[in-house]
């Protein structure tokens, strides 16, 4: 499958302490489906076992059936949605990832992606590790496995201390639930409260289904552990480093309704089609979206500007993903099956499209000749973000570069190629003023190309030393 726009990793719920944690864990992952839709699960704990369930699909199929949630007792779980980055899309790679080892039962899920996985796998495996799925998130089980201290937190720290890139996780064994966010912070990770339960999820928009208290954001490098007397206790057992956490979260990944990294992703996406609009004004009649991430930047941008906002594209919210391939002479319906204009509103119109990024082109050239063939007089293309020219190594399943149109092509170029009458990309600095947190170093890599966490030497420069 080629991807025609960035795919999230996933997302990740847990909950300690509540009587309904299993259910609860599963309203949590409906609200954070946007955030993963190839697989999801289950792992809960009744104080002595844990018990799981999980499959490849959404989550309203996986848990349709009611009977599910007997066989995950107990007053603690975890769960976890998937897009597949780093592992492939087989139910083996489901998570959470749960083990039985020689210190009991553990559970993880994960969010990011570990840019020396394919190192620390050669290393594991040369001393006789095993690995049963193709995740990188199954290095880390291995990794605290291999350390002999007593302490649970201490072999988590230890393990933790030999990755590099970005992560979010979420541990569950039989009587606790630990939650690690990565010291640059890439992810977001909140924490909240429920009665005497703690909750701690991918986004704030989790909490609000469940009526949880917002508590505040879980801080990059900090290790929150739930504690069986119904506290928590914060740790911050990595070394210090100014924080840079993924800025494309705010321009598509997020949903506008959650709190991350100190700010409400509607009102900063609303600001970056202001800020847009301020860059790239066009005498025209009707502003549109690119439904649904580019609505809040088609307000701010149709505000900014004076121009009229509408619904000029319908999105087919019954979508869902595509298992059966179309013959080739009806495959270029793929863009009409989930987008139709309103030809009343854009016939005769000079309209100004807004989306968030342009990844291929392909589906921003389909978008441009539909609004057009509705009876557009002009087209003009603005997008939220600056061009994504580099892939992402964090998380963000994006193409290589040379598949990206924005490392190849100029503007003028790829605006040539979606048949716009004009194409503007919101600046860098524009993107970083809109999110209004001046003090904070964002990782901008899918934009410039500098990126915050090195990449560690090829495999076959492999040194020994794991245990040393």
Known sequence: MKLTRPQEECGVF???NHSEASNLTYLGLYALQHRGQESCGIVSSDGSSLYAHKRMGLVAD????PDVFKKLPGKSAIGHVRYSTA??????????????????????????????????KAELEAYGSIFQTTMDTEIIIHLIATYKTNSLVDRIVEALKRIQGAYCLLFLTETRMIAVRDPNGFRPLCLGKLGDAWVVASESCALDLIEAEFVREIEPGEMVVCTEDGGIESLFPFKKIEPTPCIFEFVYFARPDSYIFGRNVYMARKELGRQLAR???VDADVVIAVPDSGVPAAMGYAEESGIPFELGLIRNHYVGRTFIEPAQSIR????????NPVRELLKGKRVVVIDDSIVRGT?????????????AKE????????????PCYYGIDTPNRKELISSSHTIDEICRYVTADSLGYLSEEGLVSSIGKGDTRYCKACFAGT????????VENLQKGLFE
């Open 363 to 375: 589906t921003s050239r389909k978008i441009v000749k539909m609004v057009r063939n509705a009876g």
């Open 332 to 339: 270029h319906f793929g863009v009409k099956i989930k987008l």
């Open 279 to 281: 860059e790239y004004p």
């Open 14 to 16: 847990g909950i300690y």
């Open 87 to 120: 592992g492939a899309s087989v139910e083996k790679n489901v998570q959470p990832i749960m083990v039985d080892y020689s210190r009991g039962s553990i559970a993880v899920a994960h969010n990011g992606n570990l840019v020396n996985a394919q190192l620390l």
């Open 379 to 390: 087209v003009h293309l603005r997008i939220s973000s600056p061009p994504t020219s580099y």
């Open 62 to 65: 996986v848990f349709s059936n």
């Open 451 to 458: 990126y915050p966490v090195a990449f560690p030497k090829p």
